[in-house]
Each structure stands twice: as structure tokens, then as C-alpha cells.
């Protein structure tokens, strides 16, 4: 291929990020808003979703479960599968496969089609989570690959602040099926903006000591990747347990209207943003404490809003505390992945994706046990268990993290990013 082609230009090769290239990360950080948008929406309209199905809140929270087994399997397998196609070329497919999942979950008329919305909603989730935080480091000069990768897991934090809220309310007005209706138009329009505003990115080249091309190289092994997605399975299995319930535990216990619901999942998002970019500060120079210290607050939360959440009051400050821990999550155990295998960054996201993603899928349907056979406070008592498990795991856990100054992380990893044209 030409050396002049386009598809070398990325920006990993780069001395400085031009607004051009800063525009397509922010293309990709919408995508990835609007894939946990779409993820995350049944948590806001779950009550009038299950009416409208005609099941139980406990069946429709089982949605989530379904989407994520779903892109557990996908997201993993998306990198070794792909080969030297166009990682452009397969974010867009991604997201129309996302957005006939919205369309379907929209039309859907019962538990059967409402689940087979989820399966294809989860291939499509699968393919845009499980590349975005790798593509992000190819798109900008290295210098600026960390805030990169921050900034489109920033987009996971922001569907909590904006997302979930705007669709709950959009749901409150319009119907709960008009807001998946919507996202399945926004998703449609970000495919094409994806084909625009990101260049050709083919596989990755040789990564250096590795054993051949990056896409496919054995999946990352080791003492403090382990760790890590043991920690982070543990901490998302107990936070998705309680969250996917959170609207019936406002409006049951602590008796809250759907006005005020909304205002405090707005709350939370707010909160999670917050979260989500300072610990994406301190992950880059101590992943393994910001993650634990994450995991503790979110087990303080909990805990919270198990002993007093009957009352107003601290119901509101537990949710609060909630998406300022959880909010961090995602983008610091992604630094702690990338930093612990930096040369094998597309493995080791999909590799955490679908672990992330399957522990959605497990807090989900553990969730809907327990709410559905003892009730919101036990759940609150077990997520808070979880949470301590893995709070112990990452205290405990043996395997050193490079940090940000040894070369590990995002960084590191960019710059042996290039593509494979230029091999």
C-alpha cells in the first residue's frame, strides 16, 4: 500500500493532536454514551417497561442480564476475529447492529422479543465496547493517548449523568418505548458519523515483545491482570445487583415520586462524572489503590442505603456517594489492564469488557433473585458484601501494576499502535 495513504496518518504517529483528531475521539466517546445509554436505559423506565410488557419488574431487570452475557462472549472474541479489517469499518456496523437492538426492544410486545432485542442489542454493544478505549489511543498524538482513553470510557460515566436521566424522563412524557425509539436514530446517525470522522484503522502491527500481530496474540496472562478482573468482576456483579433495582428502591422504600427519581438518577450521573475523571487522574499513577479505594466507597454507599434508606435524606446522599465511586470504575480498572499489558491493549480491553460486561449480566440476574425472593433490603445487605470481596481482592491480591512512569499504561501501548499497513 501507498505510504502516503490515509491509513497511516493516525495520531499515534504524531507530535501533537490536531482539533480534527480531538473531533474523532469525541465521536467515539458519544458511541460508546449512547451504547451504555442503551445498555443502562431499562434501569430508568422499569416500571412502566414491565407494565407495558405485561411481566414483572424482577423479569424485565433479567434484560440487562441478557444483554450482558451477550457482549461478555462478543467482546472478547471481536479482536481476535477481526483481523486486518478496518476498525472504522467495524465500529459503524457495530453501531447499526445497536440500533436495530433499540428498534426492537421499542416494538417489542413480551418477555420473548424483549430478550431477542437484548441479544442484538449485546453483538452491537459488544463490537463498540470492546474496541473504543484501543482505537481512542491510535487517534491522538501519544502524548495525549491517556486522556484520550479517559475521555471515551468518559463516555460510560456521562450516559449515567445524562443518558439514563434524559431517557427516564423522555420515558416519563413520551412513553418508555419512544426513548429506545430514540436511541435507535442517534445511533444511526453516529455509524455515519464514525465513517466521517475516524480514519482507516486496520490491525495494529507487531507489538514489541510480542509473538506476532497484536490481533492475534494469546490473551493477556499474569498476576496483576488477574487481580484485577477479579476485583472488578466482584465490584460490578454487587453494584448491578443493587442499581438495576434502584428505581423501585426510591419509590418503595424511600417513597420517592417519579419527578424526584429522575432528579436523583441525575443526580448520581453527576456524581459518576465527577468520579470518572479523577479517577481516571489517580488510576494513571496508582491503579490498583483507585480501584480499591472505589470499591470501598461504593460499600460504604450501599451500606448506607441499606441501614437508613427508608428516610429521604440519606437515601439521597447514599446515591450520591454511589455514582461518585462507581463513576471511577470503569476508567480505572481500564488503566489498570492497559498498565498491567500494555502491548496488547486490544486483547486486554476486550478481555475486560467482557468481564465487566458479564458481571453486569450476573448483577442482573442475582438482582432479580433476591428482590423477587427477599426483597430490596437483603439485595442492598448482598451488594455490599460483594463490594467488600472485592475491596479484599484488591488489598490482597498479588501481582505488581506498572505505573504510568515505568512506560505501562495507554501511553506505551499508543505508540506501538501503528498500523499495520506501515508494517
Same mark, same amino acid.
Request: charged letters at 10%; hydrophobic letters at 55%.
Given at each position: 500500500?501507498?505510504?502516503?495513504?490515509?491509513?497511516?496518518?493516525?495520531?499515534?504517529?504524531?507530535?501533537?493532536?490536531?482539533?480534527?483528531?480531538?473531533?474523532?475521539?469525541?465521536?467515539?466517546?458519544?458511541?460508546?454514551?449512547?451504547?451504555?445509554?442503551?445498555?443502562?436505559?431499562?434501569?430508568?423506565?422499569?416500571?412502566?417497561?414491565?407494565?407495558?410488557?405485561?411481566?414483572?419488574?424482577?423479569?424485565?431487570?433479567?434484560?440487562?442480564?441478557?444483554?450482558?452475557?451477550?457482549?461478555?462472549?462478543?467482546?472478547?472474541? !471481536?479482536?481476535?476475529?477481526? =483481523?486486518?479489517?478496518?476498525?472504522? *469499518?467495524? /465500529? &459503524?456496523?457495530?453501531?447499526? +447492529? %445497536? @440500533? #436495530? $437492538?433499540?428498534?426492537?426492544?421499542?416494538?417489542?410486545?413480551?418477555?420473548?422479543?424483549?430478550?431477542?432485542?437484548?441479544?442484538?442489542?449485546?453483538?452491537?454493544?459488544?463490537?463498540?465496547?470492546?474496541?473504543?478505549?484501543?482505537?481512542?489511543?491510535?487517534?491522538?498524538?501519544?502524548?495525549?493517548?491517556?486522556?484520550?482513553?479517559?475521555?471515551?470510557?468518559?463516555?460510560?460515566?456521562?450516559?449515567?449523568?445524562?443518558?439514563?436521566?434524559?431517557?427516564?424522563? !423522555?420515558?416519563?412524557?413520551? =412513553?418508555?418505548?419512544?426513548?429506545? *425509539?430514540? /436511541? &435507535?436514530?442517534?445511533?444511526? +446517525? %453516529? @455509524? #455515519? $458519523?464514525?465513517?466521517?470522522?475516524?480514519?482507516?484503522?486496520?490491525?495494529?502491527?507487531?507489538?514489541?515483545?510480542?509473538?506476532?500481530?497484536?490481533?492475534?496474540?494469546?490473551?493477556?496472562?499474569?498476576?496483576?491482570?488477574?487481580?484485577?478482573?477479579?476485583?472488578?468482576?466482584?465490584?460490578?456483579?454487587?453494584?448491578?445487583?443493587?442499581?438495576?433495582?434502584?428505581?423501585?428502591?426510591?419509590?418503595?422504600?424511600?417513597?420517592?415520586?417519579?419527578?424526584?427519581?429522575?432528579?436523583?438518577?441525575?443526580?448520581?450521573?453527576?456524581?459518576?462524572?465527577?468520579?470518572?475523571?479523577?479517577?481516571?487522574? %489517580? @488510576? #494513571?499513577?496508582?491503579?490498583?489503590?483507585?480501584?480499591?479505594?472505589?470499591?470501598?466507597?461504593?460499600?460504604?454507599?450501599?451500606?448506607?442505603?441499606?441501614?437508613?434508606?427508608?428516610?429521604?435524606?440519606?437515601?439521597?446522599?447514599?446515591?450520591?456517594?454511589?455514582?461518585?465511586?462507581?463513576?471511577?470504575?470503569?476508567?480505572?480498572?481500564?488503566?489498570?489492564?492497559?498498565?498491567?499489558?500494555?502491548?496488547?491493549?486490544?486483547?486486554?480491553?476486550?478481555?475486560?469488557?467482557?468481564?465487566?460486561?458479564?458481571?453486569?449480566?450476573?448483577?442482573?440476574?442475582?438482582?432479580?433473585?433476591?428482590?423477587?425472593?427477599?426483597?430490596?433490603?437483603?439485595?442492598?445487605?448482598?451488594?455490599?458484601?460483594?463490594?467488600?470481596?472485592?475491596?479484599?481482592?484488591?488489598?490482597?491480591?498479588?501481582?505488581?501494576?506498572?505505573?504510568?512512569?515505568?512506560?505501562?499504561?495507554?501511553?506505551?501501548?499508543?505508540?506501538?499502535?501503528?498500523?499495520?499497513?506501515?508494517?
Amino acid at each position: 500500500m501507498d505510504a502516503q495513504a490515509p491509513v497511516q496518518r493516525t495520531g499515534s504517529e504524531a507530535t501533537r493532536t490536531t482539533a480534527g483528531q480531538w473531533a474523532s475521539v469525541g465521536v467515539l466517546s458519544t458511541s460508546t454514551f449512547v451504547v451504555v445509554t442503551s445498555e443502562m436505559l431499562p434501569v430508568g423506565v422499569l416500571t412502566p417497561m414491565a407494565d407495558g410488557l405485561g411481566v414483572s419488574p424482577g423479569t424485565a431487570g433479567f434484560s440487562l442480564g441478557v444483554t450482558g452475557v451477550v457482549t461478555a462472549v462478543a467482546a472478547p472474541a !471481536v479482536p481476535r476475529l477481526l =483481523g486486518a479489517l478496518d476498525r472504522r *469499518a467495524v /465500529l &459503524a456496523v457495530a453501531m447499526l +447492529v %445497536l @440500533a #436495530a $437492538g433499540n428498534a426492537l426492544t421499542a416494538s417489542a410486545q413480551g418477555s420473548a422479543s424483549l430478550f431477542l432485542s437484548r441479544v442484538v442489542l449485546g453483538v452491537g454493544m459488544g463490537g463498540v465496547w470492546g474496541l473504543a478505549a484501543a482505537v481512542a489511543a491510535r487517534l491522538v498524538a501519544a502524548r495525549d493517548a491517556a486522556l484520550a482513553v479517559s475521555a471515551t470510557v468518559g463516555g460510560v460515566a456521562a450516559a449515567s449523568v445524562a443518558g439514563v436521566p434524559l431517557g427516564t424522563l !423522555v420515558g416519563d412524557g413520551l =412513553g418508555w418505548r419512544a426513548a429506545f *425509539a430514540s /436511541l &435507535a436514530a442517534v445511533s444511526v +446517525v %453516529l @455509524a #455515519a $458519523g464514525l465513517v466521517a470522522a475516524l480514519p482507516r484503522l486496520p490491525r495494529p502491527a507487531v507489538s514489541p515483545g510480542g509473538e506476532g500481530p497484536a490481533g492475534g496474540a494469546p490473551l493477556p496472562r499474569g498476576a496483576a491482570v488477574a487481580a484485577g478482573l477479579v476485583a472488578v468482576a466482584f465490584l460490578v456483579t454487587g453494584h448491578f445487583a443493587a442499581y438495576t433495582y434502584v428505581r423501585p428502591l426510591l419509590e418503595e422504600r424511600t417513597g420517592l415520586g417519579q419527578g424526584t427519581v429522575a432528579l436523583v438518577l441525575l443526580l448520581y450521573g453527576v456524581f459518576g462524572l465527577v468520579g470518572n475523571f479523577a479517577a481516571g487522574a %489517580l @488510576a #494513571a499513577r496508582r491503579a490498583r489503590a483507585t480501584v480499591v479505594g472505589l470499591a470501598a466507597g461504593v460499600c460504604g454507599a450501599l451500606a448506607l442505603l441499606a441501614l437508613l434508606g427508608a428516610a429521604a435524606g440519606p437515601a439521597v446522599a447514599g446515591v450520591a456517594l454511589w455514582g461518585l465511586a462507581y463513576g471511577g470504575v470503569s476508567v480505572a480498572g481500564q488503566i489498570w489492564m492497559t498498565q498491567a499489558a500494555p502491548h496488547r491493549v486490544e486483547q486486554i480491553t476486550g478481555l475486560y469488557v467482557g468481564v465487566f460486561t458479564g458481571a453486569i449480566a450476573l448483577g442482573a440476574f442475582l438482582g432479580g433473585v433476591v428482590v423477587e425472593g427477599a426483597g430490596i433490603t437483603p439485595l442492598l445487605w448482598s451488594a455490599t458484601a460483594l463490594a467488600a470481596v472485592s475491596v479484599a481482592v484488591g488489598v490482597l491480591g498479588r501481582g505488581a501494576v506498572p505505573g504510568a512512569r515505568a512506560g505501562g499504561g495507554p501511553v506505551a501501548a499508543s505508540r506501538d499502535a501503528r498500523d499495520g499497513a506501515a508494517a
